[in-house]
């Protein structure tokens, strides 16, 4: 692996410190949608490509072949994970 945070620059890392996401084992312990979720409760200003660069993290790809990889799954999963009436 190039390196744990790859793709996450300083302010991806302050909204995932803001979660209590501070190391790379917890990110992968939560998973990329979980992370993305509670980022995006406490920062609406998030935007998609915050997930698109936690999976890259995680698979030591760039966000942008995850976007154009697994946009669909990650979009899935997320869809399926929000909680009812949001």
Do not use: C
């Not at 620059?9 to 790379?24: H, W």
């Not at 939560?30 to 509670?38: H, I, K, M, P």
């Not at 979009?75 to 994970?81: A, C, G, K, W």
């Amino acid at each position: 692996m190039s390196k744990p945070w790859r793709n996450l620059g300083p302010a991806s890392r302050r909204m995932l410190a803001d979660v209590g996401i501070v190391t790379f084992a917890q990110l992968a312990q939560y998973g990329v949608v979980a992370s993305y979720r509670l980022v995006k409760q406490r920062h609406p200003q998030a935007s998609l490509n915050l997930l698109w660069a936690l999976q890259g993290a995680l698979d030591d790809q760039p966000w942008q072949q995850v976007a154009r990889e697994q946009r669909l799954s990650l979009l899935l999963q997320l869809e399926q994970q929000e909680p009812p009436g949001e």
